[in-house]
């Protein structure tokens, strides 16, 4: 159970405490509830409400949220905030792909992109909001001397290995292929 839930919730499945946790985060930052009665991925579907959170994160970060027009306009601005997440400082590995959420393919996604917004804020101290999710680790710099580091150089580590342990001698892989000769 990789994070103390089944795995069955981990590999795709929609988890509504996540989804629950992620649109709370998303109305306080915006400063508005989602429509009354409208599920979570129909509410995020136009992408209006994500590029809202975006121009709250960072203004100005998109210039034109499409309000009104057809499915392109809409998609158009699913791809705003997905290239916003990417400026602000999201990782590529963490957006869901735009049609996942337009056809409700992969709802669980769009909640972990929103989730790893939410770290990213951590990194900008600008931003005074609540924040979603742990902080993420920061880095751990290490100073060795010259001395520490030669001494590491005399001692062979049980990882380098050695060679008298274990051999292929005496293996036999599958059966054996008799030639016959005259035949």
Not at 127 to 139: D, I
């Amino acid at each position: 159970m990789p994070g103390g839930r089944p795995v069955w919730q981990v590999a795709g499945k929609r988890i509504p405490e996540e989804e629950a946790e992620a649109q709370h985060w998303i109305e306080s930052v915006v400063g508005e509830r989602f429509p009354p009665g409208v599920p979570y991925e129909l509410a995020l579907r136009d992408g209006i409400i994500l590029c809202k959170l975006m121009n709250r994160l960072q203004p100005g970060i998109i210039s034109k949220i499409n309000t009104s027009g057809g499915d392109y306009k809409m998609m158009d601005n699913l791809g705003q905030f997905q290239k916003a997440c990417t400026m602000y400082g999201v990782p590529d590995v963490d957006l869901f792909q735009a049609v996942d959420l337009w056809e409700g393919k992969d709802i669980a996604g769009v909640t972990r992109t929103i989730f790893a917004l939410g770290r990213t804020c951590y990194k900008h101290p600008e931003w005074r909001g609540p924040w979603l999710g742990p902080r993420p680790a920061e880095e751990n710099r290490r100073e060795f001397s010259e001395e520490t580091l030669r001494a590491g150089e005399a001692i062979i580590g049980l990882q380098a290995g050695q060679n008298k342990g274990a051999t292929q001698a005496g293996q036999n892989f599958g059966a054996t292929r008799k030639i016959l000769l005259g035949k």
